[in-house]
T-cell receptor, first 114, second 115 residues
Framework: AQSVTQLDSQVPVFEEAPVELRCNYS??????LFWYVQYPNQGLQLLLK??????LVESINGFEAEFNKSQTSFHLRKPSVHISDTAEYFC????????????FGKGTKLTVNP | NAGVTQTPKFQVLKTGQSMTLQCAQD?????MSWYRQDPGMGLRLIHY???????DQGEVPNGYNVSRSTTEDFPLRLLSAAPSQTSVYFC??????????????FGPGTRLTVL
């Protein structure tokens, strides 16, 4: 079975500051890793995913995440945040070959203040 | 493509009432899932299906039933609603092919309140 720990439930930052949202996972098998974003009163959208290959993955809006197998981590970073990045971010994991099950962390609420 | 659609968007029930949350997808995905989202709990898997006629329980299945008679539809039934089932419900679908891998596509959600 897989599990995900998001270490911070809330992260407040000022606009244009850098941010890191932390995610650690546990699994006895190889995994796929995902970050989803949920804007207020909306559904979940995929932000980025790690399947294989390069351990650094990027999204189109400036976020990046690095898969670290030895640390079992998949932290999400952005060098300069905008007000519009205010949302809840969920880290998720699924076992390779077991795509019907996605295990989520409890989420991190990112609030970007002016 | 409409993607994953859910109806209704909002619903208020009284304790003991029954209802069905509808979910449909037009991407020909084999796998479909139901999650509930509660504050501070993330998303928890209720039931899932790996194809028509095949369903299985997730992390929090009690109080819910599902069936999968077609690839497109995956309804979630509450037989006797309880206040503990007040939540936001998300349906998702995916396919293990080389395009989607394990990316789950989510519907817009149904906000359910049980009084």
């Amino acid at each position: 079975a897989q599990s995900v720990t998001q270490l911070d439930s809330q992260v407040p930052v000022f606009e244009e500051a850098p941010v890191e949202l932390r995610c650690n996972y546990s699994s006895s098998v190889s995994v796929y890793l995902f970050w989803y974003v949920q804007y207020p009163n909306q559904g979940l959208q995929l932000l980025l995913k790690y399947l294989s290959g390069s351990t650094l993955v990027e999204s189109i809006n400036g976020f990046e995440a690095e898969f670290n197998k030895s640390q079992t981590s998949f932290h999400l970073r952005k060098p300069s945040v905008h007000i519009s990045d205010t949302a809840e971010y969920f880290c998720a994991v699924s076992a390779q070959g077991g795509s019907e099950k996605l295990v989520f962390g409890k989420g991190t609420k990112l609030t970007v203040n002016p | 493509n409409a993607g994953v659609t859910q109806t209704p968007k909002f619903q208020v029930l009284k304790t003991g009432q029954s209802m069905t949350l509808q979910c449909a997808q037009d991407m020909n995905h084999e796998y479909m899932s139901w999650y509930r989202q509660d504050p501070g709990m993330g998303l928890r898997l209720i039931h899932y299906s790996v194809g028509a006629g095949i369903t299985d329980q997730g992390e929090v299945p009690n109080g819910y039933n599902v069936s999968r008679s077609t690839t497109e539809d995956f309804p979630l039934r509450l037989l006797s609603a309880a206040p503990s089932q007040t939540s936001v419900y998300f349906c998702a679908s995916t396919s293990p092919d080389s395009v989607s891998y394990n990316e789950q596509f989510f519907g817009p959600g149904t906000r359910l309140t049980v009084l």
